[in-house]
């Protein structure tokens, strides 16, 4: 078995035949007899694709005079390149050992090679291998050389197992301390083979192996996973509840790679996160400012503390998508009039918010600038929580420069009023974690200060004592990946694949219209119509523009005041910017603005349809749908869903019966969709849901809040202790919520508990009726409603509430 791969990048006749060469060969025999495993590339192009896909490299060897490829495969490289995953505009690199100018600066193939390892690995051992027929001696290689190679080689001036020696010496201590501190240990503690005599019973996975179905499970599984399913027992693995040993290192290590002054482990997901947060920052009787956008947990948050929230809400626009807080709600004068308007403050220890939480990047990726956010909310709150579930990526590309929370520091916001800044991930939902990793990150401020012990007392009463250290090292890992340039090309790689394939969706469109030979009409993408050239001034069609200009300049992704193609009002400039790895296709039927069109083709229909070809996607509104563009992303993938998209639309076109392109649903609901083409399916669709009462009703549902008569406390006493009832809409006008109800589409919720459901014709039952009127109009595609029961006898929607007569409290 081989203990690492080395990378030999050299000519395909190395240093041209004859004593040299049989020198190199014996290099690489000797580099084999310690157990390594060669991968040889003859010119850069093939090194630069090893270095592109082989992410088990532990050492490299290069030629300085590495051919390049030829001039047509070159000007294809460069092409390839202008997409690229790079850490900056260009790829010379001067002796500051800063990027900058094209990729023909560099002199040889060697030096695109050397450039390429130091921006896709964090201090991979790296030998440059000189000749007697190489143009340069190191006095005149570029500085920047000496920083990226740990050695140099000239064949001929020692033996090749010295040689062969240092590359292995090296590639095996890199492959040693290329592992982070928490998996290191567990990894050294597993290969020790020592007997279990603690927690877990099934003792490394033995006691599955007396049963059929546990040998089954343990089969599938592989033995390594239970012999690293550890108890808590294990000291020299550390405490997750004491942050000490290896697991306290691994967070400190967390810490440092996404700029927190203290990060914590967490197993239980980011929902678990922020009811910690919440749980220490506020309590009972104390005034929460709470995005109205924000995830069940937020809430979860609100019940085990006490507090009573006063909520901030978002934008939204024609599509049915959450934009942000507008910047006129985040103000001192604006929170302190909301703050006063709310009947819940009445009864308040205070008139001061004492924490607030805002969600960035919202569902559909839109990030904030945090630290004009924070500047704005200081003056009402002493601690601002972040809830960035789908953002831990965001330290790690410059599109995001001031866009995350830990961006929130002494230096970027040097006012004494600066908040103390909470930033939750969800690491394993868009980095490289095991389900339900997350972590909770830490920025005190003087005028909050976050004490360990006491914040370590809310961390204890939502973890758990039985760790799963499979995971504790999956965190570990996520951290160790994003460390460094490779976290850099990580995150740009899949940026890069976002931006090619919305670019794709716009050009098809546009050839499809050039050729005149089919209905003029494609699926679109949420994004500008036209992007800015800083450098020149230029207006640019999105679909023109280099990959380069919108992989590297955040302006690309504002959101410009006013601009039509997102349909946000209230935004000032910089205030907002478009995650470009979320991407939200559109379908005909409305526009951004809200304006209805004549036809349309409604989303659940598409997503049907997509998940007949495999394809699941994030989320779906009325006439949008979400796609994630992880780390995880291909061409191959992408291209699939290309292909998806492509096929329903000639579907459409041709106006195919719905038993040809849904046969399950139809075969489900024979009687309402029996002899239904396509066609006229997303007809009646779309003309239910374009209907002016649903559309009006839908924009005040969330435009207006409901009245809050009781905090949410109050209703989960009631809830549990069996001083709720379910009521059908018709029966629940002026009746109090007893739980959150959010409806997907849009995802946002519409009722809190302790909320009125409001008069029979008010905003709030008009939309819940009309989307249980579309449920019974459409079954099979009905709205996800949390919060909301159906009557399987007569599809009425039933809501939790408190039972009558209700009081306000004192």
């Excluded at 866009?403 to 690491?427: C, E, K």
């Excluded at 850099?488 to 931006?499: K, M, P, R, Y």
Aim: net charge negative; charged share 20%; hydrophobic share 40%.
């Amino acid at each position: 078995m081989a203990n690492g791969t080395v990378l030999l990048a050299l000519r395909q006749d190395p240093l041209g035949g004859g004593v040299s060469a049989e020198q190199v060969r014996r290099i690489g025999k000797e580099l084999e007899n310690r157990g390594l495993e060669l991968r040889r590339a003859a010119d850069a192009r093939d090194a630069r694709a090893m270095l592109q896909t082989e992410s088990g490299i532990a050492a490299a060897v290069v030629a300085w005079d590495l051919p390049r490829p030829p001039a047509a495969a070159r000007a294809e490289n460069a092409r390839e390149s202008s997409g690229a995953p790079r850490p900056a505009t260009g790829v010379a690199v001067s002796d500051r050992g800063d990027a900058g100018g094209t990729r023909a600066e560099l002199p040889t193939g060697g030096a695109e090679v050397l450039d390429r390892i130091r921006h896709r690995f964090k201090d991979l051992p790296v030998f440059l291998l000189m000749t007697d027929s190489s143009d340069h001696d190191l006095e005149h290689l570029p500085l920047w050389v000496s920083e990226t190679v740990v050695g140099y080689i000239w064949p001929l001036e020692d033996t090749p197992a010295f040689i062969a020696g240092r590359v292995a010496t090296a590639a095996h201590t890199y492959l040693r301390e290329v592992l982070p501190p928490f998996f290191r240990t567990l990894k050294r503690f597993d290969d020790a083979h020592e007997y279990s005599w603690h927690t877990p019973a099934h003792s490394g996975g033995v006691a599955f192996l007396k049963s059929p179905a546990g040998r089954a499970f343990f089969d599938y599984y592989g033995e390594r996973l239970f012999r690293t399913d550890l108890s808590i027992s294990v000291g020299e693995l550390g405490s997750l509840y004491e942050h000490s040993g290896p697991i306290g290192e691994a967070e400190r290590n967390a810490a440092r790679v996404f700029g927190a002054e203290r990060t914590y482990f967490v197993l239980h997901g980011d929902s678990t996160c922020n009811r910690m947060v919440g749980h220490y920052s506020v309590t009972a009787d104390e005034i929460a400012l709470v995005d109205r956008n924000c995830h069940k947990s937020v809430l979860h948050g609100l019940v085990v503390s006490g507090a009573r929230p006063v909520y901030l809400v978002p934008t939204r626009n024609g599509y049915g998508l959450a934009g942000p807080v507008p910047p006129t709600a985040t103000t001192r004068a604006a929170v302190a009039a909301r703050i006063t308007a709310n009947p819940l403050t009445a009864g308040a220890l205070s008139s001061q918010a004492e924490y607030a939480v805002v969600t960035n990047s919202t569902y559909d990726g839109l990030c904030y600038d945090t630290v004009a956010t924070a500047s704005a909310l200081a003056p009402s709150t002493p601690r601002l929580h972040f809830d960035e579930a789908w953002f831990a990526y965001a330290r790690f590309h410059p599109l995001y420069k001031g866009r995350y929370g830990m961006a929130v520091t002494a230096d970027t916001l040097p006012t004494r009023d600066r908040p103390t800044v909470f930033a939750t991930h969800s690491t394993h939902k868009l980095l490289a974690a095991l389900s339900q990793c997350a972590m909770v990150h830490v920025r005190p401020a003087p005028r909050a200060p976050v004490e360990h012990d006491r914040f370590n007392e809310a961390f204890m009463m939502h973890g758990t004592t039985s760790a799963f250290y499979p995971a504790i090292a999956s965190l570990d890992v996520a951290t160790a990946m994003m460390d460094g340039p490779q976290g850099h090309w990580l995150i740009d790689e899949a940026v890069t694949e976002a931006i090619r394939f919305r670019q794709a969706v716009v050009r098809t469109g546009r050839r499809m219209s050039a050729a005149a030979d089919r209905p003029d009409w494609f699926f679109g993408v949420w994004q500008p119509d036209h992007v800015t050239d800083p450098t020149t001034g230029t207006r640019i069609p999105f679909a023109d523009a280099p990959a380069t200009l919108l992989t590297t300049e955040p302006a690309c992704w504002q959101l410009e005041p006013g601009a039509p193609w997102h349909g946000f009002r209230d935004l000032t400039d910089g205030y907002c910017l478009l995650d470009p790895v979320k991407v939200t296709l559109t379908c005909p039927g409305v526009t951004a603005t809200g304006q209805t069109q004549p036809w349309g083709i409604p989303a659940r229909i598409l997503t049907e349809y997509l998940a007949t070809r495999g394809i699941v996607v994030e989320k779906t509104d009325s006439y949008t749908t979400l796609i994630l563009f992880s780390m995880g992303i291909t061409k191959g993938k992408w291209g699939t869903l290309m292909d998806a998209l492509m096929d329903f639309k000639a579907l459409y076109d041709a106006d195919a019966p719905l038993d040809r392109v849904l046969p399950a649903l139809t075969e489900r609901h024979r009687a309402r969709y029996r002899n239904t083409t396509l066609r006229e399916l997303c007809a009646q669709m779309h003309e239910h849901l374009t209907r002016g009462a649903f559309i009006n009703a839908l924009d005040e549902a969330f435009h207006t809040l409901p009245e809050p008569v009781h905090p949410p406390r109050h209703c989960y006493q009631q809830l549990i202790r069996g001083g709720t009832e379910r009521l059908r809409l018709a029966d629940a006008a002026h009746r109090i919520a007893a739980a959150m109800v959010t409806v997907t589409p849009p995802g946002i919720p519409v009722l809190m508990p302790g909320e009125s459901l409001g008069t029979p014709d008010g905003p709030l039952l008009r939309y819940l009726t009309a989307l249980e009127a579309f449920d019974r109009a459409f079954p099979g595609f009905g709205s996800e409603a949390h919060g909301v029961t159906t009557d399987p006898d007569t599809g009425d929607y039933l809501i939790e509430c408190l039972r009558a007569p209700q009081t306000r409290p004192q």
